[in-house]
């Protein structure tokens, strides 16, 4: 039912920015809780930041300072800011997003991150 579109992955060096983007297919305004995980190989998917729908916002440990979540509900788009970027960053980066009303939980397709030494 929503569909989620991740775009603005790449490859940079470390100490480099990139900002990542989730179109969705409906508005995230009001009912949905939004988040960005990203999975490297051979790891578990994580949480890197999240913005409920009343505005709480929470990040990893590992990226605090660095990373910043936002949205734009008029363009139904998510965004992740990626500052100083470190090989460990490396990862493929996906959109999620949760509807309070019906409890379902919808994934993007993921954007490649990768950071280079």
């Known amino acids: 039912q929503v569909q989620l579109v991740e775009s603005g992955g790449g490859l940079v060096q470390s100490g480099g920015s990139l900002r990542l983007s989730c179109a969705a297919s409906?508005?995230?305004?009001?009912?949905?809780?939004m988040g960005w995980y990203r999975q490297a190989p051979g790891k578990q998917r994580e949480l890197v930041a999240g913005l409920t729908n009343s505005g709480i916002l929470n990040y990893a440990d590992s990226v605090k300072g660095r990373f910043t979540i936002s949205r734009d509900n008029a363009r139904n788009t998510m965004y992740l800011q990626l500052n100083n970027l470190k090989p460990e960053d490396t990862a493929v980066y996906y959109c999620?997003?949760?509807?309070?009303?019906?409890?379902?939980?919808?994934w993007g397709q993921g954007t490649q991150v990768t950071v280079s030494s």
């Open positions: 409906v508005s995230i305004f009001s009912r949905y809780t």
């Open positions: 999620k997003a949760s509807d309070s009303w019906s409890t379902r939980i919808y």
